[in-house]
């Protein structure tokens, strides 16, 4: 049994997480409010919206205790969430394709960035900054905009800087020429984009790359259609959020959910993440619900007709290695000693990543599904490269004290506190206790008061057979989605039964897949620009 409570003041200090948040967590100060460096997307309006205002976190559920948790218990609980079969393919989820891991980190990385120290205790959240807006409009991508960021932009039209992929072999050692495939960089390999954690591992950032494109191809699709030199950006930047607020919603949201959950939440309206005027970062969610994506993480991909599980092949797609070409984790530092840019031979083939209907005996092909929404994190994530086996370098014992640090309450008492308003049947002690991480958790007591991130992962796993979130975490993340695009003035609903407009195989729908056929990329090894199969 958890025998203490108590908050733990250790001292965690020294650097943030290489992969993440690079910056010395020194240079992010809890308290600091007026004094923070400002949001990206500065030019955007911040208005007053949870306690403190839209820069701001704040509590979904006010009323309930934090459940307090010492660091060895926590510690304990992390060392079982580690996968103990990273290849079982039964653990795969049917579900979910691969791209969306990533797509959701990149999404993460668009609405929120908490650089406070793993050391501290947050009494208030509303003292935490959010380093994005808590919107769907691609801060992270646009930055402030052509004006202030005009490091990003081309100066001969309203478009992004892309970077060249230099050339390099394939497995036959047929070279593959450069392509204009990789992210626009420094002479030191730096990313030149508006989040840097974008750079943090090839997939998040060869998705970064496609939403430039999509910018690109729209601008392209806009000036066709005869808008005007002047209104080219503004136009086609609100073209690009609006699809994408859709597809998020109706394609990432709802796969990992419910479907049918965003329809249900507009007429009905949301009950638990609820703001006066403009949206707050609740951190209930950022500190644990969406972290349900590090689950999702696979040990090994298939990543293109060069990198892949098996012969013929380069070599492997582990994890590490999608950590090592990137600037961010890896190995693109141009003149200081590595590589100049990302090598040709990496750039990704997507049909491998979402559901294009790639017909089966397709000739070197693998596709890639994520990992099953449960308790355990692939052994390369549990514990982040370039990091001693310590607490600190073992992501899940980072996101359970995170939980602890900002006061987050039992998974138990937020289930019981919905319950209230919405059918739904907590996770009983039996149902926790369940399977390898189970029995640890119960003999800490969890089985009655469990960190909410675990209780998230365990209901996915016990109520939706990992294919899906349970009723708290699914309830938790649509509405804090639905919220976001209904509190932005400037979004798709702002338009009242506006539905998407760009090509897309059903006319009136915008999936994921639909956006990389627009953009005419899907495997620039292979010369593929779009699929029939779609
Ligand atoms: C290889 C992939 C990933 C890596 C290496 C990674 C790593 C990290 C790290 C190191 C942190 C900071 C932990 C802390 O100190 O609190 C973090 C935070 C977070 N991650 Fe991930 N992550 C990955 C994928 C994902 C995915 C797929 C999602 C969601 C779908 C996600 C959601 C989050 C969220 C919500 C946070 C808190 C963000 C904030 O408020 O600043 N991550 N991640």
């Known amino acids: 049994m958890a025998q203490s409570r108590q908050r733990s003041r250790h001292g965690l200090v020294g650097r943030h997480i290489v992969a993440e948040q ?63 079969s990273p290849g079982d393919p039964a653990l795969d989820n049917p579900n979910v394709p691969a791209g969306f891991t990533y797509l959701g980190q990149f999404i993460d990385h668009d609405i929120s960035l908490d650089l406070s120290p793993l050391s501290a205790s947050i009494e208030d959240p509303t003292m935490i900054r959010n380093f994005r807006t808590p919107g769907l409009d691609l801060d992270c991508v646009y930055g402030a905009g052509p004006g202030p960021h005009r490091f990003l932009f081309r100066q001969d039209a309203p478009k992004f800087l892309i970077g060249q992929a230099t050339p390099s072999p394939d497995a036959q050692g047929v070279q593959i020429p450069a392509l204009p495939n990789d992210l626009e960089r420094t002479r030191h390999g730096v990313a030149l984009i508006g989040d840097h954690r974008n750079d943090e591992n090839l997939l998040v950032a060869q998705t970064h790359l496609a939403f430039l494109k999509f910018h690109d191809k729209v601008v392209d699709h806009l000036q066709a259609a005869g808008t005007p030199g002047p209104q080219l ?3 086609a930047s609100k073209l690009v959020r609006w699809h994408y607020q859709w597809m998020v919603l ?59 599980p098996v012969s013929p092949r380069l070599a492997d797609a582990s994890l590490t290695r999608l950590f090592q070409f990137s600037s961010l984790s890896g190995d693109i ?37 994520s990992r099953r929404l449960d308790p355990f994190l692939t052994p390369t994530l549990h514990q982040l490269p370039g990091f001693p086996p310590t607490r600190e370098g073992n992501l899940a014992f980072r996101n359970l004290r995170r939980g602890v640090n900002l ?52 209901e996915a796993q016990v109520r939706g057979q990992g294919e899906r979130l349970g009723p ?32 897309a195989k ?16 899907i495997s620039p090894i292979d010369g593929i620009t779009t699929v029939s199969t779609l």
Do not use: C
């Open 250 to 308: 109706h394609d990432f949201v709802e796969r990992i959910t419910e479907v049918g959950i965003v329809a249900k939440l507009l007429t009905e309206g949301r009950k638990f993440y609820r703001f006066k005027t403009v949206p707050f970062m609740p951190v209930e969610f950022a500190g644990a619900a969406y972290r349900l994506g590090h689950s999702m993480v696979r040990e090994e991909y298939s990543h293109n007709r060069v990198f892949r």
């Open 233 to 235: 950006f503004d136009e």
């Open 22 to 84: 690079a910056v010395p967590i020194d240079a992010a100060t809890v308290k600091t409010s007026a004094g923070a460096v400002a949001p990206v997307a500065a030019s955007r309006a911040v208005q007053p919206g949870g306690g403190k205002g839209q820069g701001f976190f704040d509590r979904m559920f006010k009323d309930l205790s934090p459940l307090e948790v010492d660091d060895a218990d926590l510690e304990a609980l992390a060392n079982a969430m580690r996968d103990a």
């Open 472 to 503: 708290v975490g699914g309830r938790i993340v649509a509405e804090v989605f639905v919220g976001m695009v209904q509190g932005d003035k400037d979004s798709f609903l702002s338009q009242p039964g506006w539905t998407p407009t760009l090509p």
């Open 407 to 458: 006061g987050l309450p039992s998974g138990q008492d937020v289930a019981s506190a919905m319950a209230k308003e919405i059918p739904l049947t907590p996770l009983t002690p039996a149902e926790i206790a369940t399977g390898p991480d189970g029995v640890v958790a119960a003999q800490k007591g969890f089985d009655t008061a469990a960190p909410l991130w675990y209780y998230i992962l365990k």
């Open 506 to 521: 059903v006319p009136g729908t915008f999936f994921m897949t639909d956006l990389l056929q627009f953009v005419g990329d």
């Open 333 to 369: 530092t141009g003149e200081l000693g590595g590589m100049a840019a990302l090598p040709s031979n990496w750039v990704i083939d997507w049909r491998r990543f979402y559901d294009f209907h790639t017909p089966a005996g397709t000739p070197n092909f693998e596709f890639n599904p």
